[in-house]
C-alpha cells in the first residue's frame, strides 16, 4: 500500500530512548496546537494538544512543550516503543476565529529495535 | 468526541470523471472540514464546508474542480471533478465537536487512485 511520509524528513531512533520531534508554526495569532500520529492507510490520531495559554502539558509518555516567542512547539516521546513509529504532524488553530486546522509538515519517525 | 464515517474507503477511478466522497457524523457538529493529502506529504486543507451556503476555499482550491455540499449539521460531501492521475491522493473529512471544550475529529480518509 501507499506510505504514508515517504518524503518527509526522518527521525531514527533506538527502542527505549527517548524521541523529540520539533516543529515550526506559522501564525502567531494560534492558540491552540495538536500533535498528531499517522500510520499508513489511516487518518490522523490525536496525541496531545496545548493552548497558547500554556508552555508544557504531559500525557502518558508524551510532552508537548511550546514556545511562542519563537513560534516553536516540540513533542517529546519518552521511552520510545516500535509501536511509536508512525509520521507526526503537528496542527495549529484559531480557537476565536475560523477553527481551522492547519498542518505542519511532519516527521517520521522510525524506531530501531 | 464526534465519530465519522466516511465514504468510500478507496476507489480507483478513470480519469475525466468524477467521485463524490461522503462525510457521515453522529452529532451535530458546527465546522466541517475537508482536507487533501498527497502522497508523502503533509495535510492540506481544501475548504470549510458552511451549513446551508457555499464552501469557503482555501487558496488553489475552487469550486468547479472541488464542489462541496453541507445539507445539514451532519452531513457533507465532496466531489473531486475531471480527476486526472494527480489528483490521486488521500481526502479527509474533519468536524470541530464542542462539548465545553472543543477539538477535532477526523474521518479515516478516502483513498483515492486516478488511472
Known amino acids: 500500500g501507499e506510505s504514508v511520509g515517504l518524503h518527509l524528513p526522518t527521525l531514527s531512533v533506538q527502542e527505549g530512548d527517548n524521541s523529540i520531534i520539533n516543529c515550526a508554526y506559522s501564525n502567531s495569532a494560534s492558540d491552540y496546537f495538536i500533535w498528531y500520529k499517522q500510520e499508513s492507510g489511516k487518518g490522523p490520531q490525536f496525541i496531545i494538544d496545548?493552548?497558547?495559554?500554556?508552555d508544557k502539558r504531559q500525557g502518558q509518555r508524551v510532552t508537548v512543550l511550546l514556545n511562542k516567542t519563537v513560534k516553536h512547539l516540540s513533542l517529546q516521546i519518552a521511552a520510545t516503543q516500535p509501536g511509536d513509529s508512525a509520521v507526526y504532524f503537528c496542527a495549529e488553530s484559531t480557537f476565536r476565529g475560523s477553527y481551522k486546522l492547519i498542518f505542519g509538515s511532519g516527521t517520521r519517525l522510525l524506531v530501531r529495535p | 468526541s464526534a465519530v465519522i464515517s466516511q465514504k468510500p474507503s478507496r476507489d480507483i477511478c478513470q480519469r475525466g470523471t468524477s467521485l463524490t466522497i461522503q462525510c457521515q457524523v453522529d452529532?451535530?457538529?458546527?465546522?466541517m472540514f475537508w482536507y487533501r493529502q498527497q502522497p508523502g506529504q503533509s495535510l492540506t486543507l481544501i475548504a470549510t464546508a458552511n451549513q446551508g451556503s457555499e464552501a469557503t476555499y482555501e487558496s488553489g482550491f475552487v469550486i468547479d474542480k472541488f464542489p462541496i455540499s453541507r445539507p445539514n449539521l451532519t452531513f457533507s460531501t465532496l466531489t473531486v471533478s475531471n480527476m486526472s492521475p494527480e489528483d490521486s491522493s488521500i481526502y479527509l473529512c474533519?468536524?470541530?465537536?464542542?462539548?465545553?471544550?472543543?477539538?477535532?475529529?477526523f474521518g479515516s480518509g478516502t483513498r483515492l487512485t486516478v488511472v
Open positions: 474533519s468536524v470541530v465537536w464542542e462539548r465545553g471544550n472543543y477539538g477535532y475529529t
Open positions: 496545548i493552548r497558547s495559554n500554556m
Open positions: 452529532s451535530q457538529v458546527t465546522m
